[in-house]
């Protein structure tokens, strides 16, 4: 069966330093999102992307943040200059169509220290 | 502003009870909502989604239903297993981006 992955499936950074956060989408899915999910708190949308742009975004995805498919199969987030606070566990998910089924995958945590 | 809430935060049932999950939003205009499970430390697995139009879907031993006039949805499980035990999460999608709008989930621990 399909699945969205990610690598790495943790990561550990110091703050300051940049990260890169990948997935590789379901192979016929054109709509493609980041969620992040700090412990113990909901799962909150970054950012959703759909003919290589950004569709929408939330609060969060400040200048810090940037997302890119590099490829035809790719789909990263990279985070610039990390802090405490980005740490979180990150999700990749993608859809087929818009307001269709979103698939996760098994996310990357991201330690900052 | 879409706020999804869901009760209880947590349950514990012996194993073979049907339960209820229960979740509800503050914007019904919503395109559709969709249950997850989520295992500690895991992704989020798809269980079932129910488009705006509809008012139930049905996979296994799982039935959701949806009322979208009073912002409610229901999770029912029904024979319950101790591989059940997990988060059940509820989300709605909204916008033309077809962003997903969280709750805090029910932590369900289902007992021998």
């Known amino acids: 069966e399909p699945e969205v992955t990610q690598t790495p499936s943790h990561q550990v950074t110091q703050m300051g330093q940049e990260v890169i956060l990948r997935c590789v989408p379901i192979?016929?899915?054109?709509?493609f999102y980041w969620y992040r999910q700090i412990l113990g708190q909901k799962v909150e949308f970054l950012v959703s992307?759909?003919?290589?742009?950004?569709?929408?975004k939330s609060e969060i995805f400040d200048d810090q943040f940037s997302v890119e498919r590099p490829d035809g199969s790719n789909f990263t987030l990279k985070i610039r200059s990390t802090k405490l606070e980005d740490s979180a566990m990150y999700f990749c998910a993608s859809s087929d169509y818009r307001n269709t089924e979103a698939f996760f995958g098994q996310g990357t945590r991201l330690t900052v220290v | 502003k879409q706020e999804v809430t869901q009760i209880p935060a947590a349950l514990s049932v012996p194993e073979g009870e049907n339960l209820v999950l229960n979740c509800s939003f503050t914007d019904s205009a919503i395109y559709n909502l969709q249950w997850f499970r989520q295992d500690p430390g895991k992704g989020l697995t798809s269980l079932l989604l129910?488009?705006?139009?509809?008012r139930e879907q049905t996979s296994g031993r799982l039935n959701a239903s949806l009322d979208k006039s009073s912002g409610r949805s229901t999770l029912y499980i029904a024979a319950s297993q101790p591989g059940d035990s997990a988060t059940y999460l509820c989300?709605?999608?909204?916008?033309?981006?077809?962003?997903?709008?969280f709750g805090t989930g029910t932590r369900l621990q289902v007992t021998l």
């Open positions: 192979s016929n899915h054109l709509y």
């Open positions: 989300a709605v999608s909204t916008g033309t981006a077809s962003k997903l709008t």
């Open positions: 129910i488009q705006s139009s509809q």
């Open positions: 992307f759909y003919n290589n742009e950004i569709s929408e």
